[in-house]
Nanobody, 120 residues
Framework: QAQLVESGGGSVQAGDSLRLSCVAS????????????MGWYRQAPGKEREFVAR????????SYAEAVKGRFTITRPNTKLTTYLRMNSLKPEDTAMYYC?????????WGQGTQVTVSS
């Protein structure tokens, strides 16, 4: 069984920071952790799910959506089965459900999401 569990969401004021965490568990992930990219996506009410950030299996190569560059940082410790999304200078437009994504050989796995609400 493959499972991704997010945590760390909440309600904050504009300008505040949050750190989201995602932990992958299950034999699928533990077997292929060396071959798994991880990322974050978000979906605001009435909008499509959109890419936020991604990090490769090595933890070295990252990519970000333009809207979050310079404010968000994705990291991945040596354990490989965890990823963090540090979100600074949050804006009301960052309000969304944030989903963790694990991709192994073209197959996507998703968490249940964690809600981030930013008020002005």
């Amino acid at each position: 069984q493959a499972q991704l569990v997010e945590s760390g969401g909440g309600s904050v004021q504009a300008g505040d920071s949050l750190r989201l965490s995602c932990v992958a568990s299950g034999r699928t992930f533990s077997t292929f952790d060396y071959d798994m990219d991880m990322g974050w996506y978000r979906q605001a009410p009435g909008k499509e799910r959109e890419f936020v950030a991604r990090i490769d299996w090595s933890g070295v190569n990252t990519s970000y959506a333009e809207a979050v560059k310079g404010r968000f940082t994705i990291t991945r410790p040596n354990t490989k089965l965890t990823t963090y999304l540090r979100m600074n200078s949050l804006k009301p437009e960052d309000t969304a459900m944030y989903y963790c994504n694990g991709r192994i050989r073209g197959v996507d796995y998703w968490g249940q999401g964690t809600q981030v609400t930013v008020s002005s």
